[in-house]
T-cell receptor, first 117, second 112 residues
Framework: GAVVSQHPSWVICKSGTSVKIECRSLDFQATTMFWYRQFPKQSLMLMATSNEGSKATYEQGVEKDKFLINHASLTLSTLTVTSAHPEDSSFYICSARDGTHSPYEQYFGPGTRLTVT | GQQVMQIPQYQHVQEGEDFTTYCNSSTTLSNIQWYKQRPGGHPVFLIQ?????EVKKQKRLTFQFGEAKKNSSLHITATQTTDVGTYFC????????????FGQGTTLQVKP
């Protein structure tokens, strides 16, 4: 089946620094990638949608300049949390959609747990 | 905007009992998906429902999509301890390529 990888799986950083998270589709071409954030015991909240080669579409309330998304190829998208603060600590999950097959199933990565100290 | 509500938030059952979680959307959906997330893990795709009134079964799991394509349910028969986790429904809007909106999830605990 389709596999999506994320790197790193967990990261601890100091307040004010930037962190980059990578999301890769390993055996299919992801025309669209999604970034979600999940706080403890809460649901997945969509942060942004990115299509390969174009700018990401951010959900309301998500700061574009803080969460930089780059979808440079059909197999790689990156999320950079800039000037991280403790309140950015969360579980970040990417999801990739194989747009060439029905039913446009989304495949989720294993997530990245970010802790900002 | 589109909202997906899911109830109950938590459910504790004795092993062998049945379990049901319900999902309601504020708008008509093109399809609905169900995911299971184990503690500490990431969501794993279970199934997608597309047609009005559709019913699908996976062993002890039965998934239904309402006639109006605005609600859905997941029913587990004779729960086992391996069923523990959080079950999320996720609805896609009118476009088949629209974004997936997740419900709040139902966390299932099963007492052996």
């Amino acid at each position: 089946g389709a596999v999506v990888s994320q790197h790193p799986s967990w990261v601890i950083c100091k307040s004010g620094t930037s962190v980059k998270i990578e999301c890769r589709s390993l055996d299919f071409q992801a025309t669209t990638m999604f970034w979600y954030r999940q706080f403890p015991k809460q649901s997945l909240m969509l942060m942004a949608t990115s299509n390969e080669g174009s700018k990401a579409t951010y959900e309301q309330g998500v700061e574009k300049d803080k969460f930089l998304i780059n979808h440079a190829s059909l197999t790689l998208s990156t999320l950079t949390v800039t000037s991280a603060h403790p309140e950015d600590s969360s579980f970040y999950i990417c999801s990739a959609r194989d747009g060439t097959h029905s039913p446009y199933e989304q495949y989720f990565g294993p997530g990245t747990r970010l802790t900002v100290t | 905007g589109q909202q997906v509500m899911q109830i109950p938030q938590y459910q504790h059952v004795q092993e062998g009992e049945d379990f049901t979680t319900y999902c309601n959307s504020s708008t008509t959906l093109s399809n609905i998906q169900w995911y299971k997330q184990r503690p500490g893990g990431h969501p794993v795709f279970l199934i997608q429902l597309v047609k009005s009134g559709e019913v699908k079964k996976q062993k002890r799991l039965t998934f239904q999509f309402g006639e109006a394509k605005k609600n859905s349910s997941l029913h587990i028969t004779a729960t086992q301890t391996t069923d523990v986790g959080t079950y999320f429904c996720a609805g896609r809007g009118s476009s088949n390529t629209g974004k997936l909106i997740f419900g709040q999830g139902t966390t299932l605990q099963v007492k052996p």
